[in-house]
């Protein structure tokens, strides 16, 4: 997908953000590279990106002269022009990191807290996101960014047994953590904010279509699309861990039995049986990974799955491995440029993206000027202002 522009006045924070977003994907380019690419015209163009340079967000460079006549200058984002804070919460604990706007991390801190209640978890942020404001005291720090594990609102799945943060429901998770880091706030599920990771900074640079599989704590996912999540009528598609892959399986806290995150995720790791080696419980899972594989590359026709979380790099790198051979899906082509299954190491993605989200939340704000809101963008909790 290819976002474009329009050439109206009152269109200007809309037009803004096609900009920012076009030198944030794209890398560098000129004002006539932008204009072309978003359908806007060069004057357009000139004056949004005019108003970015006062604001320090961007920084142009003029090239080295070929020939004759003045080479042009490109536009980049000014990795300094401002900075995120990124919060992962799970059942485990909080980390907090600090991102510029190229993308890099700038220091991280964590605090191990099993099954923190709310109170206890937004203290612990306050004082997250003051240590990573000290690491920048000068620095414009644009907002926070939280990711926590879903599905949301859901019924017997929603803040229910341990993969999930117990006791959570009902919490406006978003006004407390705006009142605990007198910053700007978004929230995201910790999938689509990986995703999101992966996407503009990690392994699914460059893939357009691609599933993010997220090992974490529970077993998540999320379609990207062109950059973008795929995200349902209610904001939980690809949230893989509930379908049920072993009839008469495991019983789950959902009320269900054999489902995936039963057998698939750090909590089935972690209660492996006594002396059951990482290698061993890796053969155990193999099958019922691949199924997941096949599962998720029929329904959604990927380039590949990329497989990450917060899962110790070694356990995520042991998986991957044994996708060397696969069963047969439709992901089985004699064309593919890319493996069908590939690893994303980084435990920061969940950080990254959502710090990310809080960049593109104050920089470009959402405007929807194409499309009249419909059922889906009001009952998505994140469609609010949030997200690519
Ligand atoms: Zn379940």
């Given at each position: 997908m290819v976002l474009r522009g329009t050439n109206q006045e009152q269109a200007r924070p809309y037009n803004r953000r096609i900009v920012l977003e076009c030198i944030r994907n794209g890398g560098p380019?000129?004002?006539?590279?932008?204009?072309?690419?978003?359908?806007?015209?060069?004057?357009?163009?000139?004056?949004?990106?005019?108003?970015?340079?006062?604001?320090?967000?961007?920084?142009?460079?003029?090239?080295?002269?070929?020939?004759?006549?003045?080479?042009?200058?490109?536009?980049?984002?000014?990795?300094?022009?401002?900075?995120?804070?990124?919060?992962?919460?799970?059942?485990?604990?909080?980390?907090?990191?600090?991102?510029?706007?190229?993308?890099?991390?700038?220091?991280?801190?964590?605090?191990?807290?099993?099954?923190?209640?709310?109170?206890?978890?937004?203290?612990?942020i306050g004082e997250l996101v003051a240590e990573m404001r000290a690491l920048r005291q000068d620095g414009r720090i644009l907002g926070v960014g939280l990711a926590m594990p879903g599905p949301?609102?859901?019924?017997s799945m929603s803040f229910v047994g341990p993969t999930t943060l117990d006791g959570w429901a009902g919490v406006p998770v978003r006004a407390r953590l705006e009142e605990v880091s007198k910053l700007p706030a978004f929230i995201a599920a910790d999938t689509v904010a990986a995703a999101l990771g992966v996407r503009l900074y990690g392994e699914g640079a460059g893939i357009g279509q691609f599933y993010y599989l997220h090992f974490g704590v529970g077993l998540g996912g999320t379609m990207m699309q062109d950059g973008v999540p795929v995200r349902g009528a209610w904001g939980n598609a690809g949230e893989i861990g509930h379908i049920p892959l072993m009839p008469g399986g495991r019983l789950c806290p959902c009320g269900n039995a054999g489902c995936l995150e039963r057998y698939l995720s750090l909590d089935a790791f972690s209660n492996r049986p006594d002396g059951q080696s990482q290698a061993e419980w890796v053969a155990e899972v193999t099958p019922i990974f691949h199924s997941a594989i096949q599962t998720i590359e029929n329904l959604f026709d990927p380039q590949a799955v990329v497989l990450g979380g917060i899962a110790p790099g070694e356990l995520i790198t042991d998986l991957v491995a044994t996708t060397a051979v696969l069963p047969s899906s439709i992901s089985a082509r004699y064309d593919r440029t890319t493996p069908r299954v590939i690893a994303s190491t980084g435990r920061q993605s969940v950080m990254r993206g959502a710090a990310a989200l809080a960049v593109s939340g104050v920089l470009s704000p959402r405007q929807e000027i194409t499309s009249s809101p419909?059922?889906?963008?009001?009952?998505?909790?994140?469609?609010?202002?949030?997200?690519?």
């Amino acid at each position: 997908m290819v976002l474009r522009g329009t050439n109206q006045e009152q269109a200007r924070p809309y037009n803004r953000r096609i900009v920012l977003e076009c030198i944030r994907n794209g890398g560098p380019a000129t004002r006539g590279d932008i204009a072309a690419r978003v359908g806007l015209t060069v004057q357009t163009v000139s004056t949004i990106v005019r108003e970015l340079e006062d604001q320090n967000y961007l920084l142009s460079v003029r090239e080295a002269p070929k020939g004759r006549g003045l080479p042009p200058t490109t536009l980049r984002l000014n990795p300094d022009g401002g900075y995120a804070v990124g919060i992962s919460i799970t059942p485990l604990g909080v980390e907090a990191a600090l991102m510029n706007l190229a993308g890099d991390m700038l220091g991280s801190a964590a605090r191990s807290h099993a099954h923190a209640s709310p109170n206890a978890a937004f203290a612990l942020i306050g004082e997250l996101v003051a240590e990573m404001r000290a690491l920048r005291q000068d620095g414009r720090i644009l907002g926070v960014g939280l990711a926590m594990p879903g599905p949301f609102d859901v019924q017997s799945m929603s803040f229910v047994g341990p993969t999930t943060l117990d006791g959570w429901a009902g919490v406006p998770v978003r006004a407390r953590l705006e009142e605990v880091s007198k910053l700007p706030a978004f929230i995201a599920a910790d999938t689509v904010a990986a995703a999101l990771g992966v996407r503009l900074y990690g392994e699914g640079a460059g893939i357009g279509q691609f599933y993010y599989l997220h090992f974490g704590v529970g077993l998540g996912g999320t379609m990207m699309q062109d950059g973008v999540p795929v995200r349902g009528a209610w904001g939980n598609a690809g949230e893989i861990g509930h379908i049920p892959l072993m009839p008469g399986g495991r019983l789950c806290p959902c009320g269900n039995a054999g489902c995936l995150e039963r057998y698939l995720s750090l909590d089935a790791f972690s209660n492996r049986p006594d002396g059951q080696s990482q290698a061993e419980w890796v053969a155990e899972v193999t099958p019922i990974f691949h199924s997941a594989i096949q599962t998720i590359e029929n329904l959604f026709d990927p380039q590949a799955v990329v497989l990450g979380g917060i899962a110790p790099g070694e356990l995520i790198t042991d998986l991957v491995a044994t996708t060397a051979v696969l069963p047969s899906s439709i992901s089985a082509r004699y064309d593919r440029t890319t493996p069908r299954v590939i690893a994303s190491t980084g435990r920061q993605s969940v950080m990254r993206g959502a710090a990310a989200l809080a960049v593109s939340g104050v920089l470009s704000p959402r405007q929807e000027i194409t499309s009249s809101p419909d059922r889906a963008q009001k009952r998505d909790p994140f469609s609010n202002g949030l997200a690519a």
